[in-house]
Nanobody
Framework: QVQLVESGGGLVQPGGSLRLSCAAS????????MGWYRQAPGKQRELVAA???????NYADSVKGRFTISRDNAKNTVYLQMNSLKPEDTAVYYC???????????????WGQGTQVTVSS
């Protein structure tokens, strides 16, 4: 019913930048909070950044001042601008959205398939 498709991952050198995008499509009535999570090998998935429909944001302490989350409600898309990347930012990044589905008006959480971000020289 609802799909989230991420793009923008890749290999970057320490200190570099990447911009992740996540577009939601399908039977969408509205999207509430959207966010980015990441999971490094051997570690639990953790919240990186989240943004409400009204654009209130919160960030993990480890990325504050380096990452910026934003969204385009007209395009059902959320972005993550990542600057000053560090090797410890290496992980699979997942998009998440709380979606109210058309016709049923039920709200549930959806996940993207993940995109790999590797920070290495």
């Amino acid at each position: 019913q609802v799909q989230l498709v991420e793009s923008g991952g890749g290999l970057v050198q320490p200190g570099g930048s990447l911009r992740l995008s996540c577009a939601a499509s399908g039977s969408i009535f509205s999207i509430n909070a959207m966010g980015w999570y990441r999971q490094a090998p051997g570690k639990q998935r953790e919240l990186v950044a989240a943004i409400s429909r009204g654009a209130s944001t919160n960030y993990a302490d480890s990325v504050k001042g380096r990452f910026t989350i934003s969204r385009d409600n007209a395009k059902n898309t959320v972005y993550l601008q990542m600057n000053s990347l560090k090797p410890e930012d290496t992980a699979v990044y997942y998009c998440n959205a709380d979606v109210t589905v058309q016709y049923s008006y039920r709200t549930r959480s959806y996940w993207g398939q993940g995109t790999q971000v590797t920070v290495s020289s």
